[in-house]
């Protein structure tokens, strides 16, 4: 296992498409916070909300609910495809896999990439915070990771900068016009990460991680 040095390391998961391997290069630098950026859009899941967040930033013409749906069918066709024929892990870290498909369904598989990490850092080293529970309650998580990070007891001051501080990765206005993805999209996405999320509940034995409430 490597130690980690108290400081703080703030990263997606994954950061670009693909991770770092554990076991890689030097622990020297690595924090002791990890945080799952989960963009929520409208809709009820935060991982489902994710993805089509991030279809609608990186699209650039002809967005649409419609469009969205037959871009996360094709993608789901490679990926079972490459999964026929190699590892899970292999497929999930493929590049030229996660280059061909037209969404990024690899950056919500959190519980892979988790378990990676784990083989490398203790458990207790990480403290792993849901978004939405941070956007209902930026104070109650801060107080969190002040604690967890033993940083001492969090200021007025320092509390008031932190909720008024706007929000990043905002959907933007022209995106949020095309409203919700379909439900027939979000049946199959819920079907295709709902074996991932429930491993991820496990690991970090908190069912909140499951998104099984809609």
């Known amino acids: 296992m490597c130690p980690l040095p108290p400081s703080v390391l703030r990263f997606r998961l994954p950061a670009d498409g693909t991770p770092p391997v554990p076991g890689v290069g030097s622990c020297h630098g690595l924090g002791k916070v990890v945080r799952f950026h989960l963009r929520g859009g409208k809709i009820s899941a935060s991982f489902l909300g994710r993805l089509y967040s991030d279809y609608l930033y990186f699209a650039s013409s002809n967005k649409s609910a419609d469009d969205f749906h037959e871009k996360v069918t094709e993608a789901l066709q490679l990926f079972e495809a490459c999964v026929l ?23 919500g598989l959190y ?20 978004l939405e529970d941070h956007a ?14 033993n940083l001492g007891p969090l200021s007025e001051k320092q509390e008031a900068l932190m909720t008024k501080s706007p929000a990043s990765n905002a959907r933007r206005p022209e995106d949020r016009s095309l409203g919700p993805m379909w439900p027939v999209t979000q049946k199959i996405l819920r079907d295709f990460y709902g074996p991932f999320n429930a491993r991820l509940a496990q690991v970090l034995a908190d069912e909140a991680f499951a998104w099984k409430k809609t």
Do not use: G
Request: aromatic share 14%.
């Open 85 to 107: 024929d190699f590892s899970l892990r292999a497929c999930v870290y493929n590049n030229t896999l996660n280059n061909a498909m037209p969404v990024r369904l690899q950056v």
């Open 111 to 130: 519980a892979v990439y988790l378990l990676d990490w784990l083989t490398v850092f203790n458990r207790e080293q990480f403290l792993i915070l849901r």
């Open 136 to 149: 209902s309650s930026v104070k109650s998580t801060m107080h969190r990771v002040f604690q967890f990070l």
